[in-house]
């Protein structure tokens, strides 16, 4: 196997090789046809070749590993042996130089490659330059010692040159591909965050978007408050797909710190390259080795020129971002950036045009929109429904004899402690002054009854200041619906009276509305 075949037929060989390359669209086509050139002109019983990604570093990319003996392929994590070679492997691709090895291996016994049962014992590297540029490191071996020497070594680097052009041009068409593929997906992604008003899909649909076009363990949209310096957690995930809480922090240092100062994006694809930077990361994901961030990609999202927050992609394995990932996540934050803020500002407006301004229930006409449902609903599910009224007792008192201020944080602290005694599908309004109202789906008179009590006795342990040391009490009236209940104004009706009822007997109490 190794000897040189005659001139002639090596002409032939590569002649057919250029033709065979320049229809080949994909890369890992060509390098079977390379490797199998290889073995024709020289022959081997292990090859390897690799492409190397400027962009990441010089992030390996094994294009094809075969085995002759049985004629398998390795896995990529075969196709790039771990020691001593990788070290060798850089080398040759930043260094350009050739290497011919003739017994090596039996020094370090550690290294093998291809059939596991068979030792390496010759193996030659020759780097694949296109232009002054080396793209990649083509290797054969042997399983003989001494099998190669300087004549097949300079056949091997004269395969490697001719093919260097057509490699580089075949990555350089499915990079591209893959951008287009990549940009389709962004602009999709564009168009769903620019169409939302929720910022959790909105946050969704960044995490889902970035996940499919490049590597993402952990990610994290942080925003920023400027009023007090501090980086508010909005979205984060931790690998596989979890969501996770994060804290609020001081943006002084770090990461954050370095991007609310510079307003700049940051890449760094090894932990050498973190440390050295001087900047302190938050790292999310496990403490072991093998589950921890190596690479990390963090852009910060502008609004109207100023810091609105930052987004993150963290991944486990070095050299895991490009330029292009950095240019995909910028756009990514910058929409995302506003669509948050939207999402913001229409909960605020849904909020004020909902909610009491004071206690922060619901307000009239809201309370009446849900409660109107719930009662078209137990009409025609025939399920039970009941209506709590409640007044705080002597309210004026609080006001006139302790000061408005006094009296508001009355309604605050009785609103507060109702609602902290309700089910989440329990209906609470401020009707208007001092009176409050509570809608109780699928509860029976008897039950709304037991709660009822439980709110006169939360709201009698309300404390309030020295200042007003007047116990805070309410009057409260229970009516349940019936079919004689012909609206739900009739419903609320009766428990007002009921109500009033519990006021004319003397306060604090609770009256259920008998008709």
Not at 104 to 125: K, Y
Not at 198 to 205: D, G, K, L
Request: charged fraction near 20%.
């Amino acid at each position: 196997m190794n000897q040189i075949k005659n001139s002639r037929s090596s002409v032939g060989i590569f002649a057919n090789l250029g033709k065979d390359l320049a229809s080949t669209a994909s890369a890992e086509a060509a390098a079977q046809i390379i490797v199998e050139a290889a073995n024709t002109l020289i022959g081997w019983d292990a090859c390897y070749l690799i492409l190397y990604d400027p962009q990441k570093g010089g992030t390996p990319r094994p294009l094809l590993s075969i085995d002759t003996t049985k004629g398998m392929r390795l896995t990529q994590r075969d196709a790039f042996p771990k020691t001593p070679s990788e070290n060798m492997l850089r080398a040759i691709a930043e260094g350009g130089f050739i290497s011919l090895y003739a017994g090596f291996f039996e020094m370090e016994p550690t290294q093998t490659f291809g059939d596991r049962t068979q030792r390496t014992l010759s193996q030659m590297f020759v780097p694949v330059v296109s232009g002054s540029r080396t793209i990649g490191v083509l290797s054969i071996q042997s399983y003989t010692r001494n099998a190669y020497q300087n004549p097949q070594l300079e056949l091997l680097q004269t395969l490697a040159s001719h093919c260097a052009g057509a490699l580089e041009r075949i990555w350089a068409q499915e990079a591209l591909g893959d951008f287009v593929e990549r940009l389709k997906v962004l602009h999709a992604a564009v168009s769903a965050i620019n169409a939302s008003l929720e910022m959790e899909r909105v946050c969704q649909v960044v995490y889902e978007t970035v996940s499919k076009v490049m590597p993402c363990n952990d990610f994290v949209i942080d925003g920023y408050d400027a009023d007090s310096n501090e980086i508010v957690p909005i979205y984060a995930i931790e690998d596989p797909g979890k969501r996770v809480i994060t804290n609020r922090y001081v943006a002084d240092h770090g990461m954050a710190g370095e991007i609310v100062t510079t307003k700049k994006s940051l890449l760094f694809n090894n932990v050498r390259q973190m440390d050295e930077s001087g900047i302190h990361f938050e790292l999310y994901g496990s403490s072991g080795e093998e589950d921890r961030t190596k690479s990390i990609l963090a852009v910060p999202m502008i609004l109207h020129g100023e810091i609105y927050g930052m987004v993150s992609a963290q991944s486990y394995q070095e050299d895991a971002y490009n330029n292009d990932d950095l240019y995909l996540l910028e756009v990514l934050a910058s929409h995302a950036a506003i669509a948050i803020e939207n999402a913001r500002l229409f909960v605020s407006i849904h909020n004020l045009a909902n909610t009491d301004p004071l206690t922060d229930i619901l307000n009239r006409r809201r309370f009446f929109e849900l409660a109107e449902l719930e009662f078209t609903k137990a009409g025609i599910t025939l399920q039970p429904l009941s209506v709590i009224m409640l007044d705080v007792d002597d309210f004026k008192k609080f006001n006139d004899q302790y000061g408005h201020k006094i009296g508001d944080d009355v309604l605050i602290l009785t609103a507060d402690t109702c609602k902290s005694s309700l089910r989440t599908d329990d209906i609470l309004g401020r009707l208007g002054g001092e009176e409050f109202a509570v809608v109780l789906p699928n509860t029976r008179l008897a039950d709304a009854y037991e709660v009822a009590s439980r709110l006169r006795l939360a709201v009698q342990s309300i404390t309030l200041s020295n200042i007003a040391p007047q116990a805070v009490t309410v009057s409260i009236g229970v009516a349940d619906y019936t079919l004689s209940c012909k609206s739900f104004d009739v419903l609320l009706e009766r428990a007002d009276k009921a109500m009033y009822a519990a006021k004319t007997a003397g306060r604090n109490q609770i009256v259920i509305w008998s008709g």
